[in-house]
């Protein structure tokens, strides 16, 4: 069990990690029950497990590297079984101009890629994968109206 909490730790202080994860990885080691419950309050009360920081950190990441919307990010956290409040903390890490430029860039360089001579065929595709990406259809809407023929 000491050996567990040590890796588990070390599997923590490598990148921030959630709940879920953390569960993952006892399983995977075979260890369940009421030690999980004592092994998440352990590393919960020393610091090596935080969700506010976990979703702060996991929206952040997602958004910036990844180019993940918004609906894509809160649709991960849920799977993660991270709490709504939570979700939406880690929401707010996000800039909403940096957020609207980011789809911007994103709806262009589809938009220059894809090859549909029709425009209506060639705008659903980009909303398609836009929406796919996670990003709100209102805003998506917005963008291709303002920006693109």
């Not at 309050?41 to 979703?55: I, K, M, P």
């Not at 991270?82 to 890490?93: D, F, M, Q, R």
Request: charged share 40%; with cysteine.
């Amino acid at each position: 069990m000491e050996e567990a909490r040590g890796k588990l730790e070390t599997y923590c202080s490598y990148q921030d990690r959630c709940g879920w994860e953390v569960r993952r990885k006892l399983y995977e080691h075979e260890i369940q029950g009421k030690n999980v419950d004592v092994v998440l309050e352990e590393l919960t009360q020393s610091g090596f497990l935080d969700e506010a920081r976990y979703a702060r950190s996991f929206a952040r990441g997602k958004f910036r590297i990844k180019k993940w919307g918004k609906s894509r990010i809160s649709r991960e956290l849920k799977h993660r079984q991270i709490p709504s409040a939570l979700i939406k903390l880690g929401l707010s890490e996000i800039d909403e101009e940096e957020y609207l430029a980011t789809l911007r860039e994103e709806a262009e360089k589809k938009w220059e890629k894809t090859k549909e001579k029709d425009p209506y065929k060639k705008r659903y595709l980009v909303t398609h994968y836009l929406m796919g990406r996670g990003f709100e259809q209102d805003l998506i809407r917005e963008v291709l109206d303002s920006q693109l023929p």
